[in-house]
């Protein structure tokens, strides 16, 4: 094992943060003001905004098709068992 932090160590993250010269552009960009509006430390929000939202949903589109194959299954599963049972006297 290492003695070094690991990056993704929220106190190494902020240390780091606070030995950055302060940045007006950054201060002022809309994350950062979000962020300060939540009460975080850091002008950090997970997402964020998708330069390119088409291209985007078309890459998921077969993801959602799947997502909703799959939920077809599991319910119309779920039917033909208890069938099934009830044809075999369970």
């Known amino acids: 094992m290492s003695d070094q932090p690991r990056e993704s160590d929220p106190e190494d993250q902020l240390r780091r943060a606070a030995e950055l010269p302060p940045d007006p552009e950054a201060y002022d960009s809309p994350r950062a003001a979000q962020a300060r509006a939540r009460g975080l430390a850091a002008p950090y929000i997970a997402g964020g905004e998708d ?4 291209e985007t949903r078309r890459k ?5 098709l799947l997502l909703i194959a799959m939920t077809v299954v599991v319910v119309l599963a779920g039917f033909v068992l208890g069938v099934i049972q009830n044809l075999l006297g369970g």
């Open 51 to 54: 330069p390119n939202p088409e």
């Open 60 to 64: 998921e589109r077969p993801y959602v």
